[in-house]
Structure formats: C-alpha cells, structure tokens
C-alpha cells in the first residue's frame, strides 16, 4: 500500500476535492463516523467550525492509500490500513471518515478529525512518516 499523509486546513475544500464527480470516475462515502452528520460535507462543516473556535490551523490528519499498480485491494484491506494508521499514531475513537474514490485505480481516503475535545496524553501523528512509500508498511499491509 502506498500511504501519503498530511496535516489538512480547509475541511470544506478537501470534502469539495474528495467528491469532485468531474475528476473521479466513482466515489463511495464508505464511512462517517463520530460527527453529527454522516454525510461527509457537513461532516467537515463541523470541523471547520470546531477549528475556528479554537484557532486551529490544520484539523485534520489526512491519509491516501493506493496499492501498487501490481497489486488490488478490496475493502477489507483498506479498512484494516487505514484502522493499523489511526491505531498507531493514537487516533482511535477520533471522529473519520473513509472515501474511496477512483481515476485510474481505487484509492482511499481516511481522515480523522484532530480538534479535540479532551485533553490527549500523545502527541499529534506526524505527517513526514508517511510522506514517501513506504515498503515496510507495504509488505505489513499484504501479509
């Protein structure tokens, strides 16, 4: 699996990017959860104004996964990636969302809110671990 992450601004204009019908071929709002809506829109209106409230710069913590040209991934394979991610950099019960979208190949996009409402022991995920491909974390995924 090819992973490339980043701390995200501007959750309105990622939602606009994800579910741009013009420049994907098919797009499937897999999963929303832990916002008030599931609908991926208003999902993100949320923390955009959460954000704001607390002068957030970058309330997101975006990840694309893509298998290798070679390779297929079926959904179960993009779930427990994107589960392995969250889990590891201290993300689980964090509001998400899981888009699948497709142009050439089938990708996926998981982001997890990073407004919180609760003090967090850990430090925020650092986007630079997933910046190039990784093939240590693409062996893991496929065994």
Same mark, same amino acid.
Request: hydrophobic fraction near 35%; charged fraction near 25%.
């Given at each position: ?10 959750? %309105? #204009?990622? #939602? ?10 098919? &797009? ?15 999902? %993100?209106?949320?923390?955009?104004? %959460?954000?704001?409230? &607390? ?20 959904? #179960? ?7 392995? &991610? %969250? ?11 899981? &888009? ?44």
């Amino acid at each position: 699996m090819i992973l490339k992450a980043s701390a995200r601004g501007t959750p %309105m #204009a990622l #939602a606009k990017h994800l579910l741009n019908e013009r420049d994907n071929d098919q &797009i499937e709002t897999h999963r929303v959860e832990g916002f008030a809506s599931t609908d991926l829109s208003e999902a %993100m209106r949320e923390v955009q104004a %959460m954000s704001a409230g &607390i002068r957030s710069q970058k309330p997101l913590f975006s990840v694309s996964l893509s298998p290798p040209e070679e390779a297929s991934a079926d959904v #179960a394979l993009f779930e427990r990636t994107a589960d392995q &991610i %969250m889990e590891a950099n201290g993300l689980n019960g964090q509001p998400h969302a899981l &888009i699948f979208h497709e142009k050439e190949n089938r990708s996926c996009a998981a982001l997890k809110k990073l407004v919180f409402t609760s003090p967090r022991p850990s430090a925020p995920p650092s986007p630079s671990l997933f910046r190039k491909r990784s093939p240590n974390g693409t062996r893991q995924c496929y065994r």
